[in-house]
């Protein structure tokens, strides 16, 4: 029996941090053994917003790198970057003139990267969710794990797919509707910046966020540096944000004997007998946070430092991701009419 095809992307920004991993990659990493799984590096859709590309070689490498280190197995799933698979551009030409201006305009993300970037809304901003369709399209995927923030594009992938197969398919689907796919090996987890102030950031707050390459003494110096407070005014208080995300973050990284412990001392303590001492706990939580990523940074290092077996790697992915493009574009031509011979 064949498994269920899944497909995500990453887009090579910033640095991978403790939120993206407990966010996405944890998941994969159970995914990777039930799934057919996609994953790409989208260093295209990067360009949207970062056109200078001097650090992009340089950051597409380490994305593949620390995936690998967090426990991806490029033998077990397709692991590729985006403009490997020139197909993708193809059947993103064949999806634009099934998309109309007006829709495009209105989709939410386009709207807030226009304020963010109003000296650069270039046309490949405007027809971000056609390429992205056509990014889960040409695997033919089945499956796409996605947050709130990407529910309408993917609702627009399904429109293209619906518009291309009425137009050119007579009644055969070519291109399957994705479905989103809130998959989750576990309870949601929520990651902070280490000063309260919304999520982690892959390129902003680098000093209020945990990036998997962190050094260890720069590590202890994010979290002692981590927001805390004076201590609850009475026992068994409710914890601020901000001290509630010290914990999460203990719980994923520390023993259940240790997170106990501070959990008490905080509960037992009140104004005039503060009990729980938060230089202590993020003296201890630092250290094993340093233990936790350790091994991450040590493979993700020892891959960039050898390009040759890593580009072995990429290579080897590219492969298989154009052989299932391949297939795709094929179908494709035959129910467009642009296969001559």
């Known amino acids: 029996m064949s498994k269920e095809r899944v497909l995500t992307g990453i887009r090579p920004t910033g640095f991978l941090h403790l939120g993206n991993y407990f966010g996405a990659t944890r998941n994969f990493l159970q995914m990777q053994q039930a799934y057919d799984c996609y994953v790409f590096v989208a260093d295209w859709h990067s360009l949207t917003t970062h056109p200078d590309t001097k650090e992009l070689q340089n950051s ?24 490997d698979v020139p197909e993708i551009s193809e059947l993103y030409l064949y999806l634009n003139m ?16 226009v304020r963010q970037h109003p000296d650069n809304v270039n046309a490949g901003l405007l027809t971000y969710p056609v ?9 033919r995927a089945g499956k796409v794990p996605v947050g709130k923030d990407q529910e309408q594009h993917l609702e627009m992938a399904r429109n293209f797919a619906q518009r291309f197969n009425f137009r050119y398919g ?9 479905q989103a796919f809130n998959y989750s090996g576990g309870e949601l987890i929520k990651i902070l910046s280490l000063d ?11 000093m209020n966020t945990i990036y998997l390459c962190d050094e260890a003494d720069l590590l202890r110096k994010k979290i002692m540096k981590a927001k805390t407070d004076q201590g609850p005014a009475e026992p068994n ?3 601020p944000d901000y001290i509630e995300n010290l914990f999460t973050l203990m719980k994923l990284v520390s023993s259940a004997d240790t997170v106990a412990k501070f959990e008490t001392d905080y509960n037992n303590s009140s104004t005039g007998n503060v009990v729980i001492r938060y230089g202590d706990m993020k003296k201890q939580l630092a250290e094993d946070m340093v233990n936790f990523l350790q ?21 080897a992915g590219k492969d298989k991701a154009r052989a299932s493009a391949a297939e795709t574009i094929r179908m494709v031509r035959e129910a467009v009419g642009v296969k001559y011979y």
């Open 98 to 113: 099934l998309a109309y201006k007006g829709e495009l305009e209105k989709t939410t993300t386009f709207k807030e990267k």
């Open 170 to 178: 007579a009644g055969e689907e070519i291109l399957p509707e994705p």
């Open 196 to 206: 309260g102030n919304g999520k982690m950031s892959k390129s902003e707050n680098a």
């Open 295 to 315: 091994p991450i940074r040590e493979k993700t290092n020892e891959l960039l430092n050898n390009p040759e077996a890593l580009g072995k790697v990429m290579q």
């Open 131 to 139: 390429l992205q369709a056509a990014d889960i399209l040409i695997h």
């Open 237 to 239: 208080s409710p914890k």
């Open 60 to 83: 597409v490498r380490r994305v593949v790198a620390e995936n690998i280190a967090c426990g991806l197995n490029p033998d077990e799933i397709t692991l590729y970057v985006q403009s």
